[in-house]
Nanobody
Framework: QVQLVESGGGLVQAGGSLRLSCAASGRTFSTYAVGWFRQAPGTGRELKAAISWSGGNTYYADSVKGRFTISEDNAKNTVYLQMNSLKPEDTAVYYC????????????WGQGTQVTVSS
């Protein structure tokens, strides 16, 4: 089991920045990658960024590329999502999730943190 706890959400004006944190505990050595998803009202949960637990390979969805940066601190078992140049359409609940193999599903999820971007 891997436990994930997100923090860092809040209300920010368009153009502003936020940094989300995802603290992992438990069997973190079995984690292959951690992803940040978001879900806006009335929509499905979408993967926006991911990072391999070791090695630092990253993925970004086109909608956030150039604005969001995912990083990890293995010593703290924490993954960060730095979000710059925020837009109202970035408003959503953000979740981090852990994937235990390259073709596996994201099996472990945090509780989510709300990000609201005002225009």
């Amino acid at each position: 089991q891997v436990q994930l706890v997100e923090s860092g959400g809040g209300l920010v004006q368009a153009g502003g920045s936020l940094r989300l944190s995802c603290a992992a505990s438990g069997r973190t050595f079995s984690t292959y990658a951690v992803g940040w998803f978001r879900q806006a009202p009335g929509t499905g949960r979408e993967l926006k960024a991911a990072i391999s637990w070791s090695g630092g390979n990253t993925y970004y969805a086109d909608s956030v590329k150039g604005r969001f940066t995912i990083s990890e601190d293995n010593a703290k078992n924490t993954v960060y999502l730095q979000m710059n140049s925020l837009k109202p359409e970035d408003t959503a609940v953000y979740y981090c999730a852990a994937q235990d193999s390259p073709r596996g599903s994201y099996s472990y999820w945090g509780q989510g943190t709300q990000v609201t971007v005002s225009s």
